[in-house]
């Protein structure tokens, strides 16, 4: 089983940035694929970032791309989504997720971001 808690997330101008942070316990993170997905309110949920289990695999979504980047840090057994340039449009709540093979079978709790115009 693994518990994830994500955190960093917080009120934001646009075009500032934030770092969320997703710290797992119960299991070593780096047997995981891991990503970041969002919901913002009356939306469903999309994805966001995912990183491969070795860490050399990255996918973002078009609208995330070039301003978002996902990594790991395993000796600390966190993942993290570096968001710049943040717009209005990204404002919802950044939800981090663990899968072992095919599907994300654990998420957190999630943590609420919120861009300013």
């Known amino acids: 089983q693994v518990q994830l808690v994500e955190s960093g997330g917080g009120l934001v101008q646009a075009g500032g940035s934030l770092r969320l942070s997703c710290a797992a316990s119960?299991?070593?993170?780096?047997?995981?694929?891991m990503g970041w997905f969002r919901q913002a309110p009356g939306k469903g949920r999309e994805f966001v970032a995912e990183?491969?289990?070795?860490?050399?695999?990255?996918s973002y979504a078009d609208s995330v791309k070039g301003r978002f980047t996902i990594s790991r840090d395993n000796a600390k057994n966190t993942v993290y989504l570096q968001m710049n340039s943040l717009k209005p449009e990204d404002t919802a709540t950044y939800y981090c997720?663990?899968?072992?093979?095919?599907?994300?079978?654990?998420w957190g709790q999630g943590t609420q971001v919120t861009v300013s115009s």
């Open positions: 997720a663990a899968r072992y093979q095919f599907n994300y079978g654990y």
């Open positions: 119960g299991r070593t993170l780096s047997n995981y694929g």
């Open positions: 990183l491969s289990k070795s860490g050399g695999v990255t």
